[in-house]
């Protein structure tokens, strides 16, 4: 149980070009759903916080107008890549949980390179 | 926050029991203690958590210090699909709004020879 999976695993574009990554909880009701970023032999970042209906929560440091979350569904958040430019390519991590102080569920990540 | 204090890397050979230490001097009284570990290429993946008893499950076991500044996290019996980088973390118990996210540090590195 407990699985989160996340689409695509590896995205290739141009500058400019703006990428949306899915993150879907397939077997529970992820109340919270969690986006991180890992650069290269670095650890894991908390980029954002979102609850299901309500406005991501972000980090400081993050542009909320570059990272787009969306949290529509009990099952389905997305994080929006607006504009990506080569400094935006980086390992895209997503986690839910479904409530109180459960482990989080990590998707397998989202590869992200800019040319 | 609280944060923990892990060695960089550890090697073991496989079929052998692994201990993964990690202090946390300035828990508070409320903190789990969670264990995750992350394989090349891939999104973390929960292990086990504690709060003052010791835990056991399929995966591992975790022993937590009596004046819980320190836990052990033991793999019975290191296979090579055991690699990977293991994250001790400390979870409040009570959290809300932007507070409720994993901090990762660098994690121990741990290495199995065959």
């Known amino acids: 149980g407990a699985v989160v999976s996340q689409h695509p695993s590896r995205v290739i574009c141009k500058s400019g070009t703006s990428v949306k990554i899915e993150c879907r909880s397939l077997d529970f009701q992820a109340t919270t759903m969690f986006w991180y970023r890992q650069f290269p032999k670095q650890s894991l970042m908390l980029m954002a916080t979102?609850?299901?209906?309500?406005?991501?929560?972000?980090e400081q440091g993050v542009e909320k107008d570059k990272f787009l979350i969306n949290h529509a569904s009990l099952t389905l958040s997305t994080l929006t890549v607006t504009s990506a430019h080569p400094e935006d390519s980086s390992f895209y991590i997503c986690s839910a949980r479904d409530w109180g102080n459960q482990p989080q569920h990590f998707g397998d990540g989202t590869r992200l390179s800019i040319l | 926050d609280a944060k923990t204090t892990q060695p960089n890397s550890m090697e073991s050979n496989e079929e052998e029991p692994v201990h993964l230490p990690c202090n946390h001097s300035?828990?508070?009284?409320?903190?789990?203690i969670h264990w995750y570990r992350q394989l090349p290429s891939q999104g973390p993946e929960y292990v086990i958590h504690g709060l003052t008893s010791n835990v056991n499950n399929r995966m591992a076991s975790l022993a937590i210090a009596e004046d819980r500044k320190s836990s052990t996290l033991i793999l019975h019996r290191a296979t090579l699909r055991d690699a990977a980088v293991y994250y001790c973390i400390l979870k409040p118990m009570y959290s809300g709004g932007g507070a409720d996210g994993l901090t990762f540090g660098k994690g121990t590195h741990l290495i199995i020879q065959p």
């Open positions: 979102s609850n299901e209906g309500s406005k991501a929560t972000y």
């Open positions: 300035t828990i508070s009284g409320t903190d789990y």
